[in-house]
């Protein structure tokens, strides 16, 4: 069932509060490999992303000695 007007407007809502966009470009065929890691793993593409990237801040920042 197609969500109503009302719910969609809730949605966009909801996002344009609460969450940003970063669009990322890979070589073709990463985007599949990408896909099928983050499954195996029982996460979404964006959570893997996401917990990825912010792994390595971490561990950029220990080993950098701050931001």
Do not use: C
């Amino acid at each position: 069932m197609a969500p109503t007007d009302a719910q969609r407007r809730a949605r966009d809502k909801w996002l344009s509060e609460k969450v940003e966009t970063i669009n990322l470009r890979v070589p073709k065929g990463s985007k599949e490999i990408i896909k099928t890691h983050a499954e195996k793993r029982g996460e979404s593409t964006n959570a893997f992303v996401y917990r990825t990237v912010m792994e390595a801040i971490e561990r950029d920042e220990k080993t950098d000695g701050g931001p």
